[in-house]
């Protein structure tokens, strides 16, 4: 019972990291209908800019600063390689951002070389004991972390101006265009707070280890969460990365009980449920059914 | 006399046959047939390691035609074409490897055996990713493709009583037909001279069936797919069938291309699979020209040959090093041209280097008067 609840525990955890990507991949998807593959090198920038920053000015203004920092560079990306994309196929302007991460995994890589770097985390591999389950405190700073953001940004989307032009551009980009909102400015917007959440989540993905260039594939795991969720579905988007996560850690702790999956089958475990559900429900679990008008 | 044209008129097409030619002016008649002759005098011009690479470069075309059928053609993005290949390169090092080896091998050497069922086998695992694939659309099919290639390199890593397992690898198929090894030094030529007109050959038997296959009933639906697919269905396409026989067709071809493309090198392990390869396929069929045949293959031709350009580049641009340990070296030179070239060819070119070709050729047709 209490392997079980530690495993819970642990899935939230991970969870947590993938739904902070989720939701920057659901963003930018709402606001553009583009998926960027881009985001794992986003996620990676923004680690690297936090183990770089953390000697200097600490572990807590390192992190806001390279998510300031990842913004900025997602934000130039968008400038200069998607924007005179718009109005080109979908899988033409994704096939661009994979471009752009494949380019920008390696300058980033060059970065991390070959010594081990590390974000310099308050936690590392402490943990937490309520009665004989144990929990590590980077788990519970993760969900915490990931709460008050995705708090914040359905905050921001439900209060604030740019929140309400950036839900009306994605429901209607023509008419949101008609009222006067600048479409240009909820791109810019969006691709600034994906490349911020990224950088965010992998700082929590890195806590408690080092950085390497294998950490970009955690990025990628957020693809079938959001395929699971729903691409246009924000709630979905959470659900579903709290879900992969405890599944991922759920089958990493009893898969060695069968042994003909093969060790580290955990990792495709996403991908496996992506298919499941996929089979059953084409538009994911929250997703918006695309009705086609001919 | 239907078919025949009026001297000295030979763009005039009188029938559909002359419509529907494969080589429908002079001009791509002479060109094919200059291409030919210097692609098959090329051993006798070159290097052998650069026929090797050139070897590698057919194989490679052969399976960009393949992702450039689904992708191209049909319109079907997929990022799962490394999981493909992987499934035909096992098949046939299986297939023909060593009964009493490490790994598993059923002796079967012969090339004419082992080639077409690690197509088939390939096409079947295309079929049984169909039904998702018909189902979905777009960038959800892009994403399940590329869940694919995860599920795939974990298989491949895990069973290692066929693929020798991660870091290890296992030796690839064995050429022979009839019994006579095909790739081998003797008085004939080198390994490699011998290993080029191989695979030249079976590219241009493969890129033939491609370009007869486009322009069929199936190739017309499949472009008719592409374009909108309500709109093909509407006109009578069979969706779920054509986008079916689009991913069995491309696995055949990858499945091909795959078995072929480490018996050059003779060796291969599961790490081969991964995301990197389907990128550079992409990049092949995107950078070459999506939706021609011979696009495909120039894109092939142009990505295996890069990472030599790079190399050679070194020399004249002296801050690359050629060391791995520092930076920037040419392996990461390398990889970023490949993401900058799809993000530059996108933007500025979007049919590619046939683009280039088409404007090349739209030019000097209307010289003197190309403006």
Redesign the interface.
């Known amino acids: 019972m209490t392997e079980l609840i530690e495993s819970l525990l642990r899935g939230l955890g991970t969870g947590s990291v993938y739904a902070l990507l989720a939701l920057g991949f659901v963003i930018i998807y709402k606001a553009t209908r583009v998926i960027s593959f881009a985001q794992p090198a986003f996620m990676l920038a923004g680690v690297v800019a936090v183990t770089y920053l953390t000697p200097t000015v600490g572990f807590w203004a390192a992190v806001p600063l390279a998510a300031a920092g990842t913004g900025l560079l997602a934000l130039g990306v968008e400038r200069t390689a998607v924007r005179p994309m718009v109005g080109r196929p979908a899988f033409v302007v994704a096939i661009i951002t994979l471009g752009v991460d494949v380019a920008v995994r390696v300058v980033v890589n060059a970065f991390i070389g070959l010594d081990v770097r590390h974000v310099g985390d308050p936690w590392g591999l402490r943990t937490l004991a309520v009665g004989p389950v144990e929990m590590q405190q980077r788990h519970l700073a993760a969900v915490v972390a990931a709460a008050l953001l995705v708090a914040g940004l359905f905050a921001f989307f439900r209060y604030t101006r740019t929140g309400l032009a950036m839900r009306a551009a994605a429901l209607d980009q023509e008419a949101a265009l008609a009222h006067g909102v600048s479409v240009g400015a909820v791109f810019a917007v969006s691709w600034a707070l994906a490349g911020g959440l990224a950088a965010v989540a992998g700082t929590f993905a890195a806590a408690g280890g080092s950085v390497d260039g294998a950490l970009w594939l955690i990025a990628l795991t957020a693809l079938p969460v959001i395929i699971l969720g729903g691409l246009d579905s924000l709630p979905g988007a959470v659900v579903g990365g709290l879900a992969v996560g405890v599944l991922q850690e759920l089958t990493a702790t009893y898969a060695n009980d069968v042994a003909w999956l093969g060790g580290n089958v955990s990792v495709i475990t996403p991908y496996v449920l992506m298919l499941v559900v996929l089979l059953v429900r084409p538009y994911g679990l929250f997703g918006t059914r695309e009705v086609e008008r001919v | 006399m239907i078919n025949s044209r009026p001297r000295g008129r030979p763009l005039l097409r009188t029938s559909y046959a002359q419509d529907l030619a494969l080589l429908d002016t002079p001009a791509k008649r002479w060109w094919t047939a200059a291409l030919l002759v210097l692609a098959f005098a090329l051993p006798f011009l070159l290097t052998d390691d650069l026929l090797q690479l050139l070897a590698v470069g057919c194989v490679a075309a052969i399976g960009a035609i393949g992702l450039g059928l689904v992708t191209g053609y049909a319109g079907q993005?997929s990022l799962g074409h490394a999981f493909f290949l992987g499934i035909g390169a096992y098949t046939a090092a299986a297939l023909s490897g060593d009964p009493d080896g490490r790994v598993i091998g059923f002796g079967v050497t012969d090339i004419a055996l082992w080639l077409p069922a690690a197509g088939l086998v390939a096409a079947l695992a295309g079929v049984l990713v169909a039904?998702?694939a018909t189902?979905?659309?777009?960038?959800?099919l892009?994403?399940?493709t590329?869940?694919?290639v995860?599920?795939g390199q974990?298989v491949f890593?895990?069973?290692s009583a066929l693929t020798g397992g991660a870091g290890v690898g296992r030796p690839a198929a064995t050429l022979e037909f009839l019994g006579r090894p095909l790739a081998v030094t003797d008085g004939l030529g080198t390994r490699d001279q011998k290993l080029f007109w191989l695979m030249l050959v079976l590219l241009v038997v493969f890129a033939v069936a491609a370009r007869n296959l486009a322009r069929s009933r199936i190739g017309r639906a499949f472009t008719a797919i592409r374009d909108r697919d309500?709109?093909a269905g509407?006109i009578g396409v069979n969706l779920p069938r054509y986008k079916t026989l689009a991913f069995a067709v491309s696995s055949f071809y990858a499945g091909c291309a795959g078995a072929l493309l480490y018996t050059v090198t003779g060796f291969f392990d599961p790490g081969s699979f991964s995301?990197?390869l389907s990128?550079q396929y992409?990049?092949m069929v995107?950078i070459g020209g999506a939706g021609t045949i011979s696009g495909a293959v120039a894109g092939a031709f142009f990505i295996t040959l890069l990472p030599r350009l790079t190399r050679e580049m070194q020399a004249w641009v002296p801050f690359i090093s050629t060391q791995p340990?520092e930076?920037?070296n040419v392996f990461?030179v390398e990889?970023?041209l490949?993401?900058?070239?799809?993000?530059v060819f996108?933007?500025f070119e979007?049919r590619g280097l046939f683009g280039l070709w088409v404007r090349a050729r739209a030019y000097w047709k209307a010289w003197p008067f190309s403006y």
């Open positions: 993005v039904p998702l189902r979905l659309r777009g960038l959800y892009a994403i399940v590329l869940g694919l995860f599920i974990h890593n895990e069973w309500i709109a509407v995301l990197l990128v992409i990049a995107l340990n930076v920037p990461q990889t970023i490949y993401g900058v070239l799809i993000i996108l933007i979007p």
